[in-house]
């Protein structure tokens, strides 16, 4: 196969654990792309399944299957790639999810297209909940023009940048640093703020990718875990959700999700101890 060559090539992390059954259909909707000129970096997460059978089987030379020792968490696996990642710009894909073919080619566009000091192109996503029933994010109900440029303050307000929709310069992740490891949760939240703190973003206002809801993925545990991430994010990023007047609508969202838990009094402790710190 001839492949186009284009300007700037792009490093792709796919981190991926025990998706035989998924990550293949991943992969070709990455092959699939119009734009060519890039690497895909599949991370496995030391999986137990036929996983590395899946990856190595693809001859494609864009793609490179690394296994890692053990299962360290998604945020290992995506730091990891981004270490081994050769070229200046980075996106990201999930096992679970399917790029469409233009995805790559219109944020490469955009990104060069764009002044020095944009760091991020995002898109909007489609995300699969099963039975015919799906939702569009970020939500449309968001003015345009708060999902471009400088968008810190809105994301203060509640996330809209999905991990999967980034095409990142390298340079950002050299500046801010990789996934928090520490988090068990909201990860990716804390890495877009800490990116939009110090970058501009540009949102471009169509589908180029189909996320799915992973009933494996979620559990009670899980679901712990993200009330802890969200404590744990509004005790570091406190001082500026009090100066853009966000600070309470957060902790709203929190103990919302608390009492459907029944666990308000439990997070209500965490949130007082974490807030005097």
């Known amino acids: 196969m001839t492949y186009i060559k284009n300007t700037?090539?792009?490093s792709i992390i796919l981190p991926t654990y025990n998706r035989a059954h998924r990550v293949g259909k991943a992969i070709e909707s990455v092959l699939k792309q119009?734009?060519?000129?890039?690497?895909?970096?599949?991370?496995d997460d030391g999986s137990t399944d036929e996983t590395e059978q899946v990856v190595t089987r693809?001859?494609?030379?864009?793609?490179?299957?690394?296994?890692?020792?053990?299962?360290?968490?998604?945020?290992?696996?995506?730091?990891?790639?981004?270490?081994m990642a050769q070229y200046d710009y980075l996106a990201f894909e999930d096992s679970d999810d399917l790029w469409r073919p233009e995805k790559l080619k219109v944020q490469m566009e955009t990104m060069q297209g764009a002044e020095q000091d944009v760091g991020m192109v995002y898109h909007k996503f489609r995300y699969d909940l099963g039975e015919g029933r799906g939702m569009v994010l970020p939500d449309?109900?968001?003015?345009?023009?708060?999902?471009?440029?400088?968008?810190?303050?809105?994301?203060?307000?509640?996330?809209?940048?999905?991990?999967?929709?980034?095409?990142?310069?390298?340079?950002?992740v050299n500046v801010v640093g990789g996934l928090d490891e520490s988090l068990k949760c909201l990860e990716d939240y804390d890495f877009a703020l800490r990116i939009a703190?110090?970058?501009?973003?540009?949102?471009?206002?169509?589908?180029?990718?189909?996320?799915?809801?992973?009933?494996?993925g979620v559990s009670g545990g899980d679901t712990g875990q993200y009330l802890i991430a969200s404590c744990l994010l509004l005790a570091k990023y406190k001082a500026d959700y009090l100066a853009t007047d966000t600070f309470n609508h957060r902790v709203e969202i929190i103990l919302r999700d608390a009492e459907k838990l029944g666990v308000t009094e439990m997070v209500v402790g965490l949130l007082e101890k974490v807030l005097q710190q």
């Open 8 to 10: 700037e090539p792009v």
């Open 140 to 172: 449309e109900k968001i003015p345009l023009e708060r999902k471009s440029g400088n968008i810190y303050e809105q994301l203060l307000w509640d996330n809209m940048v999905g991990m999967p929709t980034m095409l990142l310069k390298k340079e950002c």
């Open 58 to 83: 693809y001859m494609d030379k864009r793609v490179h299957y690394y296994r890692m020792a053990e299962n360290g968490g998604q945020s290992k696996a995506r730091n990891c790639g981004m270490q």
């Open 197 to 216: 703190q110090k970058y501009k973003a540009i949102f471009i206002n169509e589908i180029y990718l189909d996320a799915t809801y992973s009933v494996s």
């Open 34 to 43: 119009t734009y060519t000129d890039f690497e895909l970096l599949v991370i």
